[in-house]
């Protein structure tokens, strides 16, 4: 009798060797990516989490981004840009360890778009978000009174700086938008 030679892991794992493994390994891959796939999901609640809401909509059971909120609270939140004179992404602090990034419409009003159906108002859309830009950055920006926007991805909400207690206000003050009640967009040209 000879002393069989030690074998590698290598040799365990080809099939045309008639190895036991040969057969195991592919199900020990999918176990081990149905682990990580688990521990993606069920991380650390001391971890932030950053997700979009425009990556997960709609939510389950059919809700919108707009559900996550309550009306009754009033929401800390970091300006990522400005969109528009009316709209701006924002990273949302929902709950201790848990943001929400989303784009906030301001309620009750309407500001000219970018998308311009002529030079006056893209004149007038550049003009906006400029003054949107420049209200904003005062910093200490809050967002209550959450809402459903008819556009899946936004929020429609109140919003308040350091220095301004009604954004929609002062854009309206300033005649950089005007009011808006959901129905149809007037002619900004």
């Known amino acids: ?26 199900i020990i891959g999918v176990i081990f990516g149905l682990g990580l796939g688990v521990g993606a999901i069920l991380r650390t609640p001391s ?8 990556d997960r909509l709609p939510l389950a059971g059919g809700r919108s981004s707009a559900d996550v909120f309550s009306s009754q ?3 800390s939140a970091e300006v990522l ?18 943001d929400l990034d989303t784009k906030v419409r301001l309620r009750s009003i309407d500001a000219p778009e970018l998308h311009a159906r002529c030079a006056s108002e893209y004149l007038k ?13 005062a910093g ?15 929020i429609d ?6 220095d301004t207690a009604d954004v929609s206000a002062a854009m309206l ?17």
């Open 125 to 137: 859309a550049e003009a906006a978000r400029a003054a949107l830009q420049s209200i904003l950055a």
């Open 81 to 98: 840009r400005v969109i528009d004179g009316d709209t701006f992404a924002a990273r949302l602090r929902v709950w201790r360890g848990f």
């Open 1 to 26: 009798m000879g002393v069989t030679p030690p074998l590698s892991f290598a040799d365990l794992s080809h099939r045309r060797h008639g190895r036991p493994l040969g057969g195991v390994l592919p």
């Open 157 to 162: 909400a109140d919003v308040a700086t350091r």
């Open 140 to 154: 200490g920006v809050t967002v209550s009174h959450v809402g459903a926007d008819k556009y899946r991805g936004r």
């Open 173 to 189: 003050k300033g005649g950089w938008a005007r009011s808006y009640d959901g129905g149809r967009r007037g002619s900004w040209c």
């Open 47 to 54: 971890a932030p989490s950053y997700w979009t809401a425009m």
């Open 73 to 75: 609270v009033t929401y």
